[in-house]
């Protein structure tokens, strides 16, 4: 599996301090807020598995699925649900937990569907971005690193379901997906 990757982008190291932080930002944020944090699966349960364990308040965790890449590395544009939470969302502060933020056409959809259900406050959090690739008008709320336009693996990052248990985040050989 290691020898697919090409570098190593961000270290195992440097996202556990990195976490750290956020969770320190979050803990002061949602101190006196009904936080209840949503991870799109499954790119994202690395990140709010670390997450969640980094924050020093009251907080509950669900998971919504939905349909993106495929096993491209392409967005499609079209969203679906595919796993949605149960819970009505009125008393809470709800944090949308993703692991990369691409074009943003996943979160601008998600959001928009979560706010027709009046939720307190919606906020985004992810670990990565690539801002020179957004399609839709999205900025995340906590942000873990800005990234260039390669295509990464691991810490949940997949490629075709591959590499999410990799503890690094790595770029993966661009022959491997050509
Ligand atoms: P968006 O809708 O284009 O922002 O796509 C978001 C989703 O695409 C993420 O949740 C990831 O699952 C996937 N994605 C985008 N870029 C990468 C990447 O570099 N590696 C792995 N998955 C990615
Ligand atoms: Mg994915």
Known sequence: MINDIAKILIDEETLKSRVKELGK?????YKDKELLMIGVLKGSVVFISDLMRAVDC???IDFMAVSSY?????TSGAVKILKDISIPLEN???L???????SGLTLEYLRRVLTLRHPRDI??????????????????DYLGFT???E????????????????????????????
């Open 96 to 102: 949308l937990v993703e692991d990369i933020l691409d």
């Open 147 to 149: 990234i260039p336009d």
């Open 70 to 74: 495929g096993s491209g590395t392409q």
């Open 58 to 60: 009251f907080a509950r």
């Open 151 to 178: 295509f990464v693996v691991g810490y949940g990052l997949d490629y075709d379901e591959k590499y999410r248990n990799l503890p690094f985040v790595g770029v993966l050989k661009p022959e491997l997906y050509k």
């Open 123 to 140: 906020k985004i959090a992810a670990l990565l971005d690539k801002p020179e690739r957004r399609k839709a008008d999205i900025r995340p």
């Open 92 to 94: 809470y502060d709800v």
């Open 25 to 29: 930002q979050l803990s002061r944020d």
